[in-house]
Structures are given as structure tokens and as C-alpha cells.
């Protein structure tokens, strides 16, 4: 026997490079896959199951109804009103929002003594605990509350904030402004600061004023941040809750009553889950769709993108 | 050490761990631990369920119970998503104004003949009145350990510091009626201190309203629940009396102000008699116990209950319900009315209630609890009642406003709620 005419051809081995770094690679991206797969996709595909289902938690049934929860959806006569409410609270948030948080970015990038102090100040309410701040406010916003008193000293009655659906409303979104202002400001601010400086000084030696620099330099070169910026605050906008929970429960009437609030009444206070999960499916489109377009408008609107 | 010696202390030591993990195994495996949902958070209360729970314990030492209390805002709400999440207790307790959706569903184990099985459980004794909210098709899905009637708690040195009439002083002169209480809390809500507040309405809970305008003879919907009562005449002359109550005579905190009678400072309050246990002990005041004053249409009471079930559901349901016999049998019973006005007859007398009561006089008892509860009309409740709820909060908020015009804001709540009764 001539062992080596007989014996197999070597065979290659099982772990090649390729697929030990490809190996590599799905450990190391498997953490955050398996955090995915969990805690978004599934419960998604979950979501969008449940919807299709009338699902009676006390009585313990869950009958396919196909699109009977679609059908009710088209026929829900509180619907227009909710995403009124919902629209008018995320217009507010954001014109608010970013207004604000540009002014102050703007104010706070100075080289001043002390700066820091009002930077931190300003950022500040961003690491409050949420529910903590709006119950604070909550407070405040009483009839009989901080801030009437306040107005009360010079002389002003102040509007019962909670209970009137154009100051519920306001109030409402102010809270959630000063809350998160700081965040969306922290970030104008690094965007501000990596404006080069001697883009303006050429643009003072061909004449040009502060509003005009401000318009002609500053905006452009901060548009990146300006679309980041307003994708986040119109994503939390939609998902905005414990505000709504703690300051008027959707109230009065339906004023604050937007989709995020509205879909936790149907589902965990009438039971309706399988409405429930309807109802955010059509909040996950909303957001996609919004997102979407932003993307699309930044090709227009964003300079320094391809 | 040798090799010999490490195997000898191996099997020693295995000797003596493995009885131990078996005995362990087997212990683990006939424990059942029971938890009851439940929306008080009182010491007093949950010293008194554990005592309850030891002597449970003392002819079945595997089972121990834990009560688990939820706030009570969202006490509902945190159950079902408990059952929706797969997680439900053994036993919760049960709101009076969600009894038909729970007893109608089928999440609950059928009591009546366990409760009939159990030695010395004199179910007799059991008003039917009392268990009518919770029985469908003869058979008890819940046992109402608590019928507690809603009276008037006054602050004697408040209302008496700004000179208006005491309700014990009215009741004496055989005018408490709701006029008068109104006047009087009037009186002390224009001093600048709370006139009369009705506990956990906040302004949201409407349905706690009818400790008023039952009064006025008023109630929400008709019997069998199909038709709207909002529009109703007596509806429409008790809610315009309540706001003028609120915003022209100042007798009652306006919305979006939060008032704890029981901190002081408040003249009236309008809640369930089992909230005597939050009379402060330290800096106590002259608190006085009446019953709710007549109203145009006569002399009336409103008692909220509370049910206790099992769920059936669960692997443990079988111990779950007997438990359930144990709490409410009749020597328990006693031990729970001093919170919880009792539904058995044999006990509802004023020595027994005396006995158990020590906070409340023996005219009190007379006049309030055992008035209250054999008269009573049941807070109203509804299948469905969260979405009636909520549907009718949002119309009734445009009533809470100064210049409300009553009956066109009533219709609203009509409008609205009409298409969720009549299904």
C-alpha cells in the first residue's frame, strides 16, 4: 500500500481567513443585532400581527379580523381631531424648538467670561429625569400654581394653563421645550463653532452686514445640523407621552389628546389592542414617511451634501 | 492529601449537599406564592392582610400571599396590562365601575360553590344586595368585601372659624340639606380655605359626582344602561347647582387645584368612610362623620364597593379561590370591617361595628354606615365603562369653566356618549 497515491486530497480547512474575519465581524456586530432583532424588529412584526387581531385581554381571545381594525381606522371619528391636535403640538415644538435653540447657540458662542456657567444652565434640564420636570411644572401650571402667583404680583390674572385648550396646548409644548432646548442648542452651538472664522472676515471686507453673514455663511454651513437637529425634534414630537399623561391627560376635551396618547387609551385603558397596534402602525408610517422626506428635501436645502 | 481522601471528602460533602438540593427541589416545587393586587397602600390595611394571610398560612404553610399595592389612578389600567403581558395576579381587587367588565369576561374563577363547599362559610349570610354587581347567572365572580358608603367628613374648627353652621348643627336643627351644606361651604371657601371637596373627582372622575346628584334624584344612564341620563332634567338641575358651587359661590375648589381634606384646611369632603384611617393622629382637628344632606328629591345614599376575585386562568387558581373562602369567611369579615363595611348581615349591627370601628361613635355608625349601606344606590358602573368614562370626561370639560352654558354642554355629553351605550 503506497500511502501517498491513496490517501484524500488535503482537504482545505474549514476556517479560512474569509470566514474568520467574517466570523469576527458578526460577533462583533451581534450584540447590537441581537438588540435589534429583540427589542425593534420582533416586537414590529408583533405589532403589525396584532393589528390584524381583535384581542380581548380580560376575556382572553384573539380572533383574526383581518382588516377590520384598518376599516376602523378610516372610520374613527376622533381620528382628524387627534392628529390635529398631534400636528399642531409638533409645529409648535419644532418652530419653538429651534428657534430657540439657535438663539441661544448663537448668544452662548461668545468668548466670554464665564460662558460655561450658562451653557451648563441651559443644558441642564436635558438630564432631568422627564417625569420629575413635567410634574415640577405640573405644579406650576395650577390653577393656584407658581406661575400664576408670579403674575399675580404684577398685577396679571393668569389663565387657568391646564384647563383652557389653547393654553393646555401651549403649555404643553413650552414644557417640552424648556426641557429639551439645551440638547438641540449643544449642538447648533458645535456646529457654530466649526464655522471657519475667516469665512467671515472675508465676507466683512466685501461688505457684508451680521444679519447678512448670519443668512449667507453661518446658515448654510450649519444646515447639516439644522436637518439632524429637526428629524430628531420632529421624531420626539410624535412620540411625545409622559407630558401629555401628567400635565391633562389629554384633555381638556380632546385638545391634547395626540397619537402617542391616544394609543395608549385604546389599547391599555379600553383594551382595544388589537386598535392599539393599528393605531401604531399608522404612527410608524407617519414617521417614516416624515423622515423620508426630510432625507429627500436635503438635497435641496443642505450645502455640503451629495 | 492523598487521592483517597479527596474522594472521601467528595462524597461527604456530596453526602450532605445532595439531600439538601433534593429537599430544596422538592420545597420549591410545592411553594405557591400568591399575589393580590390591590389599591391601598395603607400600613394599617396591609398589616391587616398579612395577619390574614399567616393565619392562611397556619393549614397550608406552602402558600404564602403577596399583596402587591397599585396606585390608584391608574389601578385599572396597570391590571390589565399585567394580564395583556402574561403576568397576571392571582387575585385583584376590583372596581365597582369596572365589575361588569371583569365579571362579564370570564378572567374570573366561578366562587359561588367553592364558597358554599367551605366549612363554616355561611354564605347565607351574604346580602344578595350587596353581591348583585358581582354575580352573573347566579353564580359570585367576585366577593364585595367592601360596601362603603360616601359621606360628608367636616372639619368642625374650620367651618367653625368662619362662623358658618357646623353639618352637626344642621342635621340638629333638621336642615341639612344641600343648600345649606353649599352655604356653608361657601362660606368657608370665600375665607380663603377650601369649601367642600369631592375626593378623587379631581375634576376627571365624574362619576364620583353622583355622591351629589343622586340627590336630585340624577343618574348618568338609565337602568339597563342603553339610554343616556346627562340630558335629564334632574341631571341638568344637579350639575347647574354644582357649578354654581364651584364658580359663583367659591364653595368648592375650582379645576386644577389639588386639596387634601385630610391635611386640614378644608371645611368638607365628600368620600367613602374606609378613609378614616387618614385622619392625622398627630395635630388632629374636630373632624366630624355625616351623611349626605338631602336633596331636592329627598333623602339618599351612595356607596362605592369593592370586589375580590380570582383569576382563572392561573396554575394557581384552585388555592387562589380558597384563600378567597378563607378572607372572607366570617370570622375575617370581622376582622376586615374595621376598614371595610361588610356585605355579611350578621354583622352589619352597630355593636359589631362598633367594636371594629373605634375611630367612628355608635350614632355614626347608626346614621352613616348602616344607613348607608341598606339604602344605597351603587356608584354607576358600565360594560365598557373606560372608554364611557374617558369619552364622557373629554365633553364634560367644557362645563368646567365659568361661563358654561350647562344644558348645551350636557347634550354634548349625550351626543357623544349615546352611540357607546346603546351597543
Sequence with gaps: MTAAADSPPRKRPFWTIERRDAAAGYVFIAPQLIGIVTFVLIPLGLVFWYSLHEWNVLANTFNFVGSANYQMLLNDKALPQVLLSSAIFSAGLVVLNMSLALLLAVLLDQKLKGIVV????????????????????????????????????????????????????????????????????????????????????????????????????????????????????IVGSLQVFAQIAVLTQGGPGMSTTVLVYYLYQQAFQFHFFGYGSTLSILLFVIVAVLTFAQWQLRKRIVFYEN | MSKITHLKSAAAAAGILLPLAWSGVAWAQDAVNLRMTIWSANEAHL???????????????????????????????????????????????????????????????????????????????????????????????????????????????????????????????????????????????????AGLVVRDFKYQSWQNLA???????????????????????????????????????????????????????????????????????????????????????????????????????????????????????????????????????????????????PLLSAEQIENVVIAGISSGTVLPGHTNFAQIQQTVRASLDSLWVADADVPAVLQSVCDSVAPLLAR
Design chain 2, 47 to 193: 398589616a391587616m392582610f398579612n395577619e390574614i394571610a399567616e393565619g392562611f398560612k397556619a393549614t397550608h404553610p406552602n402558600v404564602s400571599i403577596t399583596f402587591e399595592p397599585l396606585p390608584f389612578d391608574s389601578y385599572t389600567t396597570t391590571l390589565t396590562t399585567q394580564i395583556a403581558g402574561g403576568n397576571p395576579p392571582d387575585l385583584a381587587w376590583i372596581l365597582e365601575t369596572t365589575a361588569a367588565d371583569f365579571v362579564n369576561s370570564g378572567a374570573l374563577a366561578p366562587l359561588t360553590d367553592a364558597f358554599a363547599a367551605t366549612a363554616g362559610y355561611e354564605l347565607d349570610d351574604v346580602n344578595p344586595s350587596a353581591t348583585a354587581l358581582w354575580t352573573k347567572d347566579g353564580q359570585l365572580f367576585a366577593y364585595p368585601f367592601s360596601t362603603s358608603p360616601f359621606a360628608i367628613f367636616a372639619n368642625n374648627d374650620v367651618i367653625k372659624a368662619t362662623g358658618a353652621k357646623t353639618p352637626a348643627e344642621l342635621i340638629a336643627a333638621g336642615e341639612w340639606n344641600w343648600d345649606n351644606a353649599f352655604a356653608t361651604a361657601a362660606t368657608v371657601g370665600q375665607s380663603g380655605k
Design chain 1, 118 to 233: 450658562f451653557r451648563t444652565l441651559f443644558f441642564s434640564p436635558v438630564v432631568v429625569s422627564l417625569v420629575a420636570w413635567t410634574i415640577v411644572w405640573s405644579f406650576l401650571l395650577q390653577n393656584n400654581g407658581g406661575i400664576n402667583g408670579m403674575l399675580q404680583m404684577i398685577g396679571v390674572e393668569g389663565p387657568n394653563w391646564l384647563r383652557h385648550p389653547s393654553t393646555a396646548m401651549l403649555s404643553v409644548v413650552v414644557v417640552q421645550v424648556f426641557k429639551n432646548v439645551g440638547l438641540n442648542m449643544i449642538l447648533f452651538l458645535a456646529a457654530l463653532q466649526g464655522v471657519p472664522k475667516e469665512l467671515y472676515e472675508a465676507a466683512r471686507v466685501d461688505g457684508a452686514g451680521r444679519f447678512k453673514q448670519f443668512r449667507r455663511i453661518t446658515l448654510p454651513l450649519i444646515s447639516p445640523t439644522i436637518l439632524l437637529t429637526s428629524i430628531i425634534t
Design chain 2, 211 to 357: 355622591s351629589i346628584w343622586r340627590g336630585w334624584g340624577a343618574a348618568p344612564w338609565s337602568a339597563d344602561g342603553k339610554t343616556c341620563g346627562f340630558t335629564e332634567p334632574a341631571m341638568v338641575g344637579a350639575m347647574t347647582a354644582i357649578h354654581k358651587a364651584i364658580f359663583t359661590d367659591k364653595a368648592m375648589p375650582g379645576p386644577g387645584e389639588d386639596i387634601d381634606f385630610f391635611a386640614g384646611e378644608t371645611g368638607m369632603t365628600i368620600t367613602q368612610i374606609s378613609r378614616a384611617s387618614l385622619l392625622p393622629k398627630e395635630n388632629p382637628f374636630d373632624w366630624d362623620l355625616v351623611p349626605l344632606p338631602a336633596g331636592p328629591a329627598g333623602e339618599y345614599a351612595v356607596v362605592g364597593q369593592a370586589g375580590v376575585g380570582a383569576f382563572a386562568a392561573g396554575a394557581n387558581a384552585p388555592v387562589a379561590v380558597e384563600f378567597l373562602a378563607y378572607m372572607t369567611n366570617p370570622e375575617n369579615s370581622q376582622k376586615l370591617a374595621q376598614f371595610f363595611p361588610p356585605a355579611r348581615a350578621s354583622l352589619l349591627n352597630a355593636q359589631t361595628l362598633a367594636s371594629t370601628n
